[in-house]
């Protein structure tokens, strides 16, 4: 007899696990209460993966021995709840795929900058001449590549929402960037609950496996003390010097280990700020574990370009220079994106709130910021945080947000779209809502 496996969700993460499952010999049902992608639903077709959209059949569900949820779906969805009342384990993509795959993990996660230390680390693994995958929050699925690639090592970004799917799933390297709040709408507005989620990351490790993590973040530190991690620690730090591990001395950025003394100066990275240096230095501490020679890890640190949508800087119209940080999707991502930047700012902000607290960046927005242009559907919360602070202006859309936000500009100064909200008001997603803007600023 099949077992069966009902996956909750369509999209990259749901199809994925649905081929896995097929290659596996289960019965696979897949359940989208949206519309299917047209390429998703080509790719289940051709499989003969039976699947609905626009509803959940609980007959059809209810009845798998395990269910499979793609991270967008809270676990407070009705046909969630029921699952687990009738004791029907709800497991994420990467828990189903990660049982499959002998290759090493290297898992990364932080509310800010996982994205770019994911990309830095494979980049360099890839260049090194590793046979490596890149999956989790970020391109192909894990599951589908595990069903259909054969890598020796796989670079994760794991959000919040894929660390909460997590039983037996084990990274063998895992590293924890920094934890602000963040989609507290998701953890019932209770910071704690989000650190919880974050340090999952840390389940399962044994002596043989590695924790990197950020000396500097006071929370990370703090939760350190209260917990058993069995995994060797490499803290990075750009404040203090360490025994072990990465920091900056005389802006020389030095990365320890047993084996090994690496350093590079910190102006010879590609990507700019304190925070990228942390960057830096926690895929360094990576390569250095997995012996990638000190030359190789400097060409890479040295001429990696950066992502796509965060503090990617575009173009200049008549001295105004354009950053599109499309992906800063909280508050904390904001005041990195202020802080990077020397010129006077024009501030695209807005989206979907998710419980932000706008106080950490008022005093920077008083610095550098001439005037927010708030965008959304409902930029209430903006408004009133910001009123007295600078100018402010109220828009709908994103052609109208770079119009105006062009005319407040002089020559000289940025504009910058840094939101710190999501994108789902108005766009598909933060890739959407960059692309736009960068079709806007085209249009000028």
Known sequence: MQKRIAILGAGESGTGAAILALKKGFDVFVSDMGTIKEKYRNILLKNNIQFEEKIHTKELILNAEEIIKSPGIPDKAEIVVEAKKLGIPVISEIEFAGRYTNAKKICI??????????????????????????AGNIGRSFAEQVANENFDFFVLELSSFQLDGMAEFKAEFAILLNITPDHLDRYNYNFQNYIDSKFRITNNLTE??????????????????????????????????????AFLKENIIEIKTEKNIFEMGAEDLSLDGIHNIHNSMAAGITAKLNEIR???????????????????????????????????????????????????IVLILGGVDKGNDYGIIKDLVRQKVKAIVALGSDNTKIMEAFFGITELYDTKS??????????????????????????????ENYEDRGKKFKEAVREL
């Open 109 to 134: 996660t932080g509310s800010n900058g996982k994205t770019t230390t994911t990309e830095l680390t494979y980049f360099i693994m890839k260049n090194a001449g590793f046979n490596v995958g890149l």
């Open 294 to 344: 000190d030359q190789e890890l400097k060409k890479s640190l040295s001429s990696f370009e950066g992502v796509e949508h965060r503090l990617e800087k575009y173009i200049k119209v008549r001295g105004v220079r354009f950053i599109n940080d499309s992906k800063a999707t909280n508050v904390n991502s904001v005041w990195y994106a202020l802080q990077s930047v020397e010129d006077k």
């Open 208 to 245: 043989n496996d590695t924790f990197i993590y950020c000396a500097d973040d006071e929370i990370i530190i703090k939760e350190i003390e209260k917990r058993i991690i069995k995994a060797k620690k490499y803290p990075f730090s750009t404040k203090e010097t360490l025994e072990i591990g």
């Open 398 to 427: 994103m052609n109208d947000a770079v119009k105006k936000a062009f005319s407040l500009a002089d020559e000289g100064d940025v504009v910058m779209l840094s939101p710190a909200c999501a994108s789902f008001d108005l766009f």
